[in-house]
């Protein structure tokens, strides 16, 4: 299963991005989708995940400035990202795990994509 990230980019503090995110290939049933983050120095964390196919977690320093939608028919990932601070500088990556057609699992991750905050 492939995942291919678009958007991110530079952007003033207070700004909006928008981050998608498609997943191709033999997927037969999708367990979990979401967005990570790495900044400089630090470890990788949870951004929004949509699991059971509609129960969405946010990460705590973003809840109520992110939003996190699913088209479950095309396999995509889309993060509306506003009001956006410095602090969320970072690579994001798109993950996604579940079976693909043959049951075998797969736990896939995007290339990654950088968002700068300026402030």
């Known amino acids: 299963v492939q995942l291919v990230e678009l958007g991110g980019g530079l952007v003033q503090a207070g700004g909006s991005l928008e981050l998608s995110c498609a997943a191709s290939?033999?997927?037969?049933?999708?367990?979990?989708m979401g967005w990570y983050r790495q900044a400089p120095g630090k470890q990788r964390e949870l951004v929004a995940i949509?699991?059971?196919?509609?129960?969405?977690t946010y990460g705590g320093s973003v809840e109520g400035r992110f939003t996190m939608s699913r088209i479950n028919d095309r396999n995509e990932l889309y993060l509306q990202m506003n009001s956006l601070k410095p602090e969320d500088t970072a690579v994001y990556y798109c993950?996604?795990?579940?079976?693909?057609?043959?049951?075998?699992?797969?736990?896939?991750w995007g290339q990654g994509t950088q968002v700068t905050v300026s402030s």
């Open positions: 993950n996604s795990r579940g079976y693909e057609s043959n049951w075998n699992t797969y736990d896939s």
């Open positions: 290939g033999s997927i037969f049933s999708i367990i979990a």
């Open positions: 949509i699991t059971g196919g509609d129960n969405t």
